[in-house]
């Protein structure tokens, strides 16, 4: 598994973005995958996590109702809506050794280098 996140930018406070996490080698399909974040100076976070089928997600409180994490055979994706300065961080994608969504960072073994989104007020 290798992945790449992608999608990052500079957004104005309320607008969207859409990150997306793809795996080079085409063999997360089975893996659970989880998005976190790093804002600058704090300890990565988690933010939302989806199973391999797509049906059961996970997200952080702070993002609930913003936030949709979704995927297909490709890819996972990151829908973001109503974004905030708070949101300003490296957003980085990760797949878990196992097929279910999970919130646990120490369970994922895989890690994409990281998109940076910039919220600016």
Do not use: H
């Not at 704090?42 to 609930?64: C, H, M, P």
């Not at 969504?101 to 910039?118: D, F, I, P």
């Amino acid at each position: 598994v290798q992945l790449q996140a992608s999608g990052g930018g500079l957004v104005q406070s309320g607008g969207s973005l859409r990150l997306s996490c793809a795996d080079s080698r085409r063999t997360f399909s089975n893996n659970g995958v989880g998005w976190f974040r790093q804002p600058p100076g704090k300890e990565r976070e988690f933010v939302a996590a989806i199973g391999w089928r797509g049906g059961e997600t996970f997200y952080a409180d702070s993002v609930k109702g913003r936030f949709t994490i979704s995927r297909d055979n490709a890819k996972v994706y990151l829908q973001m809506n109503s974004l905030k300065p708070e949101d300003t961080a490296i957003y980085y994608c990760a797949a878990a050794l196992r097929p279910m969504a999970t919130t646990n960072r120490n369970e994922y073994r895989y890690w994409g280098q990281g998109t940076l989104v910039t919220v600016s007020s």
